[in-house]
């Protein structure tokens, strides 16, 4: 059974490679942050987007393949130097912390009732 594995393996292509050691990063992570459904939903989620992807590189669909894998990276890679460099949107989210800032008896459409005035 292994050298069946490994044959697999070896004939697949880089996305269906790739894309199961991310996810599993991904609920490593998830499994040290004590996200335990988070992290078996992951592995769930790698499970069958490995064989999605298996299978469009076995149907000839590779160019597909490697969009559906470099779209997602290419959007984290670009928000993840958004938030680096750019710090003004980090303090942004900082500021405007919806959270339970205001009771339900208050908006923020009578400035006088969160005293912000810059409603």
Known sequence: M???V???WVASCLPAKVFPLVMAGVALFNLWRGVWREAARDLILGVFGTAALWFLCT???EM???LLLAVPVIFVI???ALLVFDQTLIAVTRDYDIGN???KEESCDDCNSCKDYTC
């Open 2 to 4: 292994s050298t069946n």
């Open 6 to 8: 490994k044959s697999l």
């Open 59 to 61: 149907s000839g669909m």
């Open 64 to 66: 597909i393949a490697y």
């Open 78 to 80: 670009f928000l993840s």
């Open 101 to 103: 800032r205001w009771s």
